[in-house]
């Protein structure tokens, strides 16, 4: 038996050593993963972002570059902490948390220590960096504006954030990702693709030669150009004809949907959300919660729409039968609908009819077309569904669709609205209780840009395109049928005429007549809305919102806008006057009417905006 | 050397060397080449170097088989002692490489002479065990063999080389072959069991057990004849071994010796620090796969990651390189050419060459066994080369001289009775 000791061993020994070989090369696969990261180096070319243009090729925003210092933990040798922080401008308890982040983040992968040093500072930074193993100077390109306005249009950069990276591994610490606006909207157009070099290194962290021959290095490609259907001039004008106002102008070509304008106020200069001052400006514009200038009220602000909803109100009444064009009405100074029940109305000439109601903007021939409309059905409740639906054709009550990455739907209110508010069955409510839906202050609420869209399918006499941003990609014009397919409304085309007569007649002797722009045929509709707030428990009336939505021109219709303008009063004053100057800005190029723009300009709502305030600080002395 | 040797010896043996010693050197190459255009032959690379120590020692492998083979048991106890004697001068002319006393240098090369004494033991060995007298049932002839062991081991020791005195563990084989009884094999087993054991789990927990398990069997155990003071015995020698083992361990061992037990016992281990070599070694060879990523391609060997990977971890570069498919061929080639010296010894009708064949066939396995072990994680870090591949002219001509005197011993074998 003494014998066969060796073949024991000898056996033995190959039957463990196999099958140790056979679990660490074949089984367990992470050393494959491990061994990459070890003796792989991979040099990233970051590529330039897309550049935006303006709808006719004015560069909106191109890039800049910027050097941020990267830290890859793991290759970090000793080094003098105080003279690095110094060189990086930090102080060296600062240098060694971002150093301890990064070290959370991956010790084998870079993380940013300092980022976007300006041109001078890499000079000065990039000659000493030999001293610091483990750091280096990544390049990055930055955005540069060409342009102080757009800026909630725009949206900006800033570095991915641990969520972003997590959501999509195409993402790196340092990376860039677009935040708001169109940079959110179309990141994956504008982001481009990085490219990456692959080195094998050794253990000295010295560069041996590319990785498999370059087999897998890929170049970066930039980002594609966008050019936005936004008129650079007209976008300047319409921001600055809103200074020291708040609220939204949107300004649509009802042929094709494209947003010409969308001004939001007050906004901000793009340029202070670039590089190291943009988190400290992003923040400080976060937390106002006053002037709120991150807000896009031209999207997002959700009021009742006044007046301009008098059209709407008319061209149901039409499609359903229950008025005529030739019906004449006498207004008489009001409209009345039982125990003692009235809706007031302003001084006009009278009789009033489809056409002449709309240009007077009388309350009393709306709110009987309205009561018509729902009373020509069994049920009131029958009623209102056939009058949002016909609402619903115009975009109302819901998302528009359009590409930019927030809004609100506003609200048509349904028969279930009314029901859950009047506790229906157990009391019941009639067409008189949705009485102020006639003239835009009842439940409805729409964002200006779903009240352009309105105005942009009566221009069209029936249809719209859903408004959209985006004009070209590369300089190719969109493809997508979203924004190229027209959205029929149910209103019949042949309907549409009263309302556009009496739209052009505000202006010929109603409600806008001042606000005539020479030489071009503009239709258009005042509108007021009521403005009250609570403030410590108590209703006060503020001054009135100021609503006006207009087109021209008439028969060839090239621009449709919608106005909003916080507290500004009547419509016809801020919101009317604003509209008239961007359709002459647009058509015409050149402003004839320097008095109205010079009104405009030298106007401020400051004061009107620090009522709320100002009785809040009486209620409390 | 004369044709009938030359059609004598085992050819077999001879192919698989010179197999082991070409793949070996294509993996010196692969660790140590820098430049694509290299030239093979320059003396100034390791992997020139090597090619010289191979050629040279195919030149030593004819001069050893040249030489009568009476030579080789008459003189063996005149070489063990030359052997000896180079092994003391080294304590007042050797040089010191990182921190060991194991060379001489002669000007640019440098041999280090425990290489070659490992042939001179064996040879002494051989020429004691095969005295017409000697018989290893006897304690006195166990204590002369043992002697004859130790005295090589306490001189490099001093040296000090902890993994070249380990080798000498190979003369159990030859020993146990001879009639070394059994409960040398059996205590020594049980001693490895224990000093594992007690460095895993501590000394509380193992002799916590192992009385507990004794009581139990000694309760259980229905027999009447057993032997109360056998199963006392038991206990208190485990539970000294045991408390020895932690004595010597954590107050007689350096730090960076207890380092090499612990990154194979523990759980949690630094792979920046202690663990390092072995972490790099891992990832070396894990990453090869099933067909390896190529000679000269491998990502770590060529970043140099594995530390001393063209010496005791060459291995790692064959897992990389070569795969599942390259470490496999390479265990069963060593396996083979170790079962074919022990097909060889076991022919032998001599006692002086079966002893000097088993004890060549011990040294090989010791030094495959330990080697990989340690390069695959399985065994502390011990400085022991992988025979034929790590880089090293004394490593390689000290296998050659040995494993050649026996395949001469081998071809004349029938003569010589």
């Known amino acids: 038996m003494r014998k066969l000791l060796p073949l024991v061993i000898v056996i033995f020994s190959v039957v463990i050593f196999l099958a140790r070989l056979f679990y660490v090369q074949i089984v367990d696969e992470s050393y494959g993963d491990v061994s990459q990261n070890i003796a792989i180096r991979k040099v990233y070319d970051y590529p330039q972002r897309g550049y935006i243009f303006d709808r006719n090729g004015k560069l909106l925003v191109g890039n800049q570059p910027a050097y941020d210092v990267m830290v890859v933990p793991n290759d970090v040798k000793d080094f003098d902490t105080l003279a690095l922080a110094d060189l990086l401008n930090l102080t060296p308890k600062r240098l060694k948390e971002r150093i301890d982040d990064a070290i959370v983040y991956s010790p084998r992968l870079a993380s940013v220590v300092t980022p976007q040093l300006t041109k001078s500072e890499y000079a000065y930074v990039q000659e000493k960096m030999y001293k610091y193993p483990g750091f280096y100077i990544q390049k990055r390109s930055l955005r540069d504006y060409n342009v102080s306005h757009s800026a909630n249009v725009l949206g900006y950069i800033a570095e991915a954030n641990q969520r972003d990276i997590a959501a999509n591994p195409y993402y790196q610490s340092g990376d860039f990702i677009g935040r708001r606006g169109v940079e959110q909207q179309y990141e994956d157009l504008l982001k481009g693709t990085r490219g990456v070099k692959l080195f094998l290194r050794d253990r000295f962290n010295r560069n041996i030669k590319p990785y498999k021959n370059k087999k897998f290095d890929t170049v970066s490609q930039k980002g594609k150009d966008l050019s936005l259907t936004i008129d650079s001039e007209l976008q300047a004008y319409g921001e600055k004809l809103m200074k020291n106002k708040r609220g939204g102008i949107v300004a649509l070509q009802p042929k094709t949907g494209e947003i010409l304008s969308l001004v939001t106020a007050p906004s901000y200069d793009p340029e202070i959300l670039v590089g190291r001052k943009r988190s400290r400006n992003y923040t400080k514009m976060y937390y106002d919660s006053i002037s709120r200038p991150l807000y896009n009220r031209a999207l997002q602000a959700a009021y009742p729409p006044g007046s301009p909803f008098k059209t709407l109100t008319d061209l149901i009444a039409l499609e359903e039968n229950v008025t005529e064009i030739d019906e004449t009405y006498y207004c008489n100074g009001g409209y009345s609908y039982g125990r003692g029940a009235r809706m007031a109305c302003h001084h006009h000439k009278n009789p009033v009819d489809a056409i002449s109601g709309l240009a007077y903007s009388c309350n009393s021939y709306f709110a009987q077309a309205y009561r018509r409309t729902i009373e020509k059905y069994d049920t009131p409740q029958e009623g209102i569904e056939a009058w949002r639906k016909h609402l619903e054709s115009f975009g109302l009550g819901n998302y528009l669709g359009y590409d930019l990455p927030v809004g609100r739907k506003g609200l048509v209110p349904d028969a279930d609205y009314y029901n859950r508010a009047y506790n229906y069955p157990k009391y019941r409510w009639y067409a008189t209780a949705t009485l102020s839906n006639s003239i835009g202050q009842g439940e409805v609420l729409t964002t200006p840009i779903q009240l352009a869209n309105v105005v942009a399918a009566i221009s069209n006499r029936g249809w719209y395109i859903t408004p959209h941003i985006l004009k070209e990609v590369d300089h190719k014009p969109i493809k997508s049928a979203t924004y190229t397919e027209k959205n029929y409304t149910t209103i019949k085309p042949e309907n549409f005429d009263p309302v556009i007569e009496g739209m052009y007649n505000a202006f010929n002797y109603g409600t806008a007549r001042f606000l005539r722009v020479p030489g071009i045929d503009v239709c258009g509709k005042t509108g007021t809305a009521e403005n009250k707030t609570r403030i410590n428990g108590k209703t006060v009336q503020l001054e009135d919102h100021s609503i006006f939505v207009a087109y021209a021109p008439k028969d060839d219709p090239e621009i449709a806008i919608a106005v909003f303008v916080e507290n500004g009063g009547y419509g016809s004053t801020y919101a009317g006057r604003i509209s008239s100057l961007m359709i002459e800005k647009y058509l015409k190029d050149e402003i004839e009417r320097k008095d109205l723009e010079k009104w405009i300009l030298s106007n401020s709502l400051e004061e009107a905006y620090a009522k709320p305030y100002l009785i809040e600080e009486q209620m409390e002395n | ?417």
């Open chain 2, 1 to 417: 050397m004369s044709q009938r040797t030359f059609f004598q010896l085992d050819w077999v043996s001879i192919l698989l060397v010179i197999i082991l010693i070409g793949f070996g050197w294509g993996n010196i190459y692969s660790t140590t080449v820098t430049d694509v255009n290299a030239d093979i032959l320059d003396f100034s690379k390791i992997y020139g170097k090597q090619i010289l120590w191979i050629i040279l020692g195919f030149l030593l492998v004819i001069i050893v088989l040249s030489i009568e083979v009476r030579f080789y048991e008459r003189f063996a106890n005149v070489i063990y002692l030359v052997a000896l004697l180079s092994l003391l001068g080294l304590l007042f002319f050797g040089k010191t490489i990182a921190g060991q006393t194991a060379w001489y240098s002669f000007g640019s090369f440098s041999i280090q002479p425990a290489e070659f004494v490992k042939t001179g033991v064996a040879l002494a060995m051989a020429k004691f065990l095969s005295e017409f007298h000697v018989n290893l049932k006897n304690f006195k002839d166990q204590l002369k063999a043992f002697g004859i062991i130790f005295a090589p081991i306490l001189l490099i020791m001093l040296q000090p080389d902890a993994g070249s005195a380990l080798i000498y563990l190979a003369f159990a084989i030859p020993l146990y072959r001879e009639g070394l009884p059994h409960w040398y094999l059996t205590i020594a087993l049980l001693a490895g069991l224990f000093f594992v054991l007690t460095l895993k789990f501590g000394f509380a927990i193992v002799s916590a057990v192992t009385v507990l398990l004794l009581t139990l069997t000694f309760l259980l155990n229905k027999s009447k004849k057993k032997k109360l003071w056998l199963y006392i015995v038991s206990g208190f020698l485990v539970v000294g071994f045991s408390l020895s083992v932690s004595f010597i361990f954590n107050d007689v061992l350096q730090p960076h010796q207890q380092d090499r037990f612990d990154v194979l016992l523990d759980d949690e281990i630094d792979i920046k620090g202690t663990a390092f070599n072995l972490y790099q070694s891992q990832v070396a060879i894990g990453s090869g796969g099933l067909a390896g990523k190529g000679w000269l391609k491998g990502t770590q060997t060529q970043g140099r990651f594995v530390p001393e990977q063209h010496t005791d971890y060459i291995f790692s570069t064959v897992g990389e390189e070569w795969g599942f498919i390259g470490t496999t061929i390479i265990v069963l080639l060593f396996a083979v050419l170790i079962l074919r010296l022990y097909f060889l010894a076991e022919r032998q009708k001599s006692q002086f060459n079966r002893v000097f064949g088993y004890s060549v066939v011990g040294i090989l396995f010791f030094h495959f066994f330990v080697n990989i072990a340690m390069v695959i994680g399985l065994f502390p870090t011990v400085g022991i080369p992988l025979p034929f591949f790590s880089y090293g002219g004394s490593g390689l001509w000290g296998f050659l001289i040995l494993i050649f005197i026996f395949l001469k011993l081998d071809a004349k074998r029938i003569s010589l009775n």
